[in-house]
Each structure stands twice: as structure tokens, then as C-alpha cells.
């Protein structure tokens, strides 16, 4: 339960994300947020990697799974706060964190023949049910919001997956650095053009700097850990509990009104996590591959 407990705690930093976008500057656009908190976050990655003596140098580098990590890493960046600037923090999370389970069993499905059972397919019905109630009553959704969002969901299983190849021989922070910095070097085109931005003013350098070393690297290092002993469709719904984070965020942070609806959903979320953890193809105690 040591890969549930990481994965959690990476989802509750995930889940500060919107709520310290909405509390920035209004001079940082989603391209910047998204591009710097990946640059700053393979930043501390590769500091934390060499000080353990696991620096992604040190091991090779095949191309296959640098390129589909690094892709879902970037793509999961810049969709996402794209999506949550056009449609809303609230609907984005729900489609992003909707789509993402899905797509982590099909993909443990076809990659490594684990069909889902009852335990996990229980777990994301109960889960999917419980993110979708609380963004009920939304009242403005927009199309290429909701399309943006599902892309940044498809892009998040895909990281998971390129990680989990890569820790077959290395360790996880030396794979996740490895995958987290080919992220950061497709967005680096649009890192440095918003590079003004980011350095205009004292909010913005703290909003940047805490989205990056908080909620990627130390999120990252945390979800690696959890990659390395729970199968990525475990991985993936535990990670549902990000946005019931962001709804907590929302209440007490941005003072958004509570609903029945949204007390509900944060409850059945949290039954739905326990069931899927109570997968037995998690196998505690031998990693995942």
C-alpha cells in the first residue's frame, strides 16, 4: 500500500494546480504556466537524480519510449491548461481525470494482457461517478475544451506507460527525469517566448516555481515510485483523487459553494480508489511492468 500512499499524495499536489493558476498574476497565460511549471519541474527532477547518482545519462536511452513519454508529457501539460482556460478548472479536471483511467486499462489491456476485473471496473465506475457529479450544473462547456481535455487524459497513461518500460532497468526517478525532460524539451518553443511573463513580476516567479518543484517534481518523484509497484490502471484511478482535491481547494480557497452533489462525489471517489486498490494484479511487493 506504500504505491497507493505515494500516488495519492502526488494526486493532492496535483490537485493545488488550478487553484494556484486561478490565485497567480493574470499576466501568466496557460502556455506559459504549462511550459515553465514542465521546465522547472525536469529541473528539480535532474538535481534530485544526480544527487541520488541517477542521472538519465547514465543509462541509455531508447528512443521509442523517451518519444511516447515525452509526448504524453507534454501533450498532457499544455492541453490541460488550454482546456481550463477555455471550459473551466472544474470541467477540465472532470473530462481529464475521466478519460484518464480509461485509457490506462486498455492500454494495460493491449500492452500486457491484464484484463480489467471486477475490483478495478467497480472501482472506476464508482470513481468516474463520483467526478462527474460534482460538475453536474456546470454552466458553460465548450467544445474544444472538453476535446483539449480528453487529449491531456490520453496523455497522462501514455507517460505512465513510457515510465514503466523504463524502470525495467533503472531506477524511478532516473526514468520519470528521463521522461519528464523529453516533455520539457517539446515545450521548450513555447517556454521561451513566455519568458517575460514569467519574470515580470514577483507573484508570477512564485506561481511558477511552486507549480514546477511542488506539484511536478515532487509529484513526479512520488508518482514514480508509485508506477514502479502498482499496475498503471491502479496508478490512474487512485489519481482520481486530484480533482476531489480541487474541489476541496475550491470550497475552502476559492470560496465556491458546497452541494450535496459535490460532498457526495468526493465521498463515492474516495470508496471508488479503495475498491481498485483492492485489485489483485497489483501484486504488493514485486513490481509492475
Known sequence: MWGVAAVALAAVLAGTIGTAAQLGPDELSPVAVASWRSLLGVVGLLAVSMLRQQAPWRYRLPVRWVVLGGLGAA???LAFFVAADRT???VATLVTMGAAPLVAGLMDWLAAGQRPNRHWLGGVAMALTGV????????QVVGSGVALAVLAGCGIPCQGFAVQKLMMDRPPLAAMATVVGGGAMALL???LPAAGSVLGSAASVVTVVYLGLVTATLAHILFGFGLKWLPLRVVVVVGLLEPVVAATLALTVLAEPATAALLTGICLVMAGIAVAAMD???NPGSPSR
Request: net charge neutral; aromatic share 0%; charged share 0%.
Open 75 to 77: 501533450v498532457s501539460q
Open 88 to 90: 473551466g478548472v472544474a
Open 132 to 139: 462527474v457529479l460534482p460538475s453536474s450544473g456546470a454552466m
Open 189 to 191: 518553443p513555447a517556454a
Open 280 to 282: 489483485p494484479g497489483a
